[in-house]
């Protein structure tokens, strides 16, 4: 007797951008098709909230641990927790190790579409005298160092640098209207650095005088486009803020400062820094990436040479800044993609193509948050700046939408907030 095998979709990644292609293509498609994620970890780690938990004294893990599984369970979605080592794209094969426990062998999964979400790679491990002599807050084991160096007595009041180090873009498959970024994301560096003013004011340890920004690029988040960066520029030079660009990139940190590469250096008693985002060394090898290990693909976020294969989120090479704004929506073109290929969707409700404008909001301490809506980096005209407390408030908002929808926010979610934002 003949078997009918529904088709196997594989997500790899089960943070913003493949937990939200996971459940888009799950409400798409309905039970024709078989869908299976793979993460390291059973939860979600909700990123952007980091810095708010930390100044305010709390355990980020307490709060921004999203558990997936539960979700998972009700779209009918199975869940693998394990470590991606490997992936053939010429046989259609997954090779992961098992994490729940050490010295598991390896295991091997068929696919017929495959969704990489994996992120990238944060090398701090690249950076010397990183982890004696510096802080960061892109997970809840660095946002608690800092919040206990913090709060803890350990800072004392001197002088503050943040910023980041270089990030190499790939040139391969590049689109022309790409500009290269020199940072991988800067907008963190700034919600830290005007949340960290404020902080400093509220326990009197002086306030914007203490820290310096700098940048590898020409200028301090130049994604934002120059319109919203010279606002912010202006901005930061009123609270006595620091500005240093072009430092091209981190060679050393220790107990005194930051060492750039070119000989300039920074004194520093607490150094706040994002690293370079770097490829997982693995996807170096796969024929679908660029130079630097990112996944190369079109508009729709398909790999020309396998059209089975997407990307989605920061291991995407169309993901610049990387920037969660960019997983949702690319995480919702490739829940379309399968839906069409399926026959549950038109090509023309389908084919609709990725625009790399986004929508990001940042803490400012004292209950107020920075608003960007802009894309005029990448040549369009959408350039918004707004700050107050009204987007303190939509970003914890946001926080409690994506809790309770799990993941899967409405598809009027990001237009609804930015007519609140910008409109009314």
């Known amino acids: 007797m003949k078997v009918n095998h529904k088709p196997q979709v594989v997500v790899l990644g089960g943070n ?33 909230n980091i810095p708010l938990e930390v100044l305010a004294n709390r355990d980020p893990a307490q709060s921004l641990h999203m558990p ?51 992120g990238a790679r944060l090398a701090y491990d690249k950076i010397e005298g990183f982890a004696e002599h510096a802080h960061t807050l892109s997970d809840c084991f660095y946002g608690n160092k800092l919040r206990q160096y913090l709060h803890g007595g350990g800072y004392k009041g001197g002088p503050i640098a943040i910023g980041s180090a270089r990030f190499f873009q790939g040139q391969k498959g590049k689109p022309d ?9 800067e907008g963190p560096v700034v919600e830290a650095a005007f949340s960290l003013a404020t902080w400093l004011k509220e326990h009197r340890l ?105 990307a989605v989120g920061d291991c995407a090479a169309l993901t610049v800044p990387k920037i969660g704004g960019h997983g949702d929506q690319q995480a919702r073109i490739v829940a379309n993609q399968i839906a069409k290929h399926m026959g549950k969707m038109s090509a023309e409700e389908a084919d609709k193509p990725f625009w790399p404008g986004f929508t990001c909001m940042g803490d400012m301490g004292a209950h107020k948050a920075f608003y960007m809506h802009t894309d005029t980096w990448y040549g369009g005209k959408t350039s918004v700046l707004k700050m107050g407390y009204r987007y303190y408030e939509m970003k914890l908002a946001f926080k409690q939408m994506y809790y309770e929808m799990g993941g899967k926010t409405p598809s009027w979610g990001i237009p609804l907030t930015q007519f609140i934002a910008e409109r009314l």
């Open 68 to 118: 997936i599984l539960q979700t998972l369970r009700k779209d009918d979605t199975n869940f693998i927790q394990g470590a991606v080592t490997d992936i053939d794209v010429a046989n259609a094969m997954i090779s992961f190790i098992p994490a729940e426990r050490a010295g598991s062998a390896t295991e091997h999964l068929r696919y017929d579409y495959l969704v990489l979400a994996l």
């Open 16 to 48: 913003f951008a493949g937990l939200t292609t996971a459940r888009f293509i799950r409400e798409h498609c309905g039970d024709s098709v078989d869908i299976t994620l793979i993460d390291r970890k059973p939860y979600l780690l909700f990123i952007p």
């Open 177 to 185: 209207w790409m500009p290269i970024a020199e940072a991988a994301c």
């Open 206 to 310: 002086g306030d914007g005088k203490n820290i310096t920004l700098f940048t590898p690029a020409k200028t301090i988040a130049e994604d934002a486009g120059e319109p919203i960066v010279k606002e912010l520029l202006e901005i930061a030079t009123e609270m006595g803020f620091g500005y240093r660009s072009n430092t091209r990139d981190i060679k050393r940190i220790s107990a005194e400062g930051i060492e750039f590469i070119h000989g300039d250096s920074l004194e520093a008693e607490l150094k706040l820094v994002l690293p370079n985002w770097e490829s997982h060394d693995f996807m170096k090898r796969l024929p679908i990436v660029d130079e630097a290990g990112f996944v190369i693909t079109d508009l729709t976020m398909s790999n020309k040479d396998y059209p089975n294969v997407f």
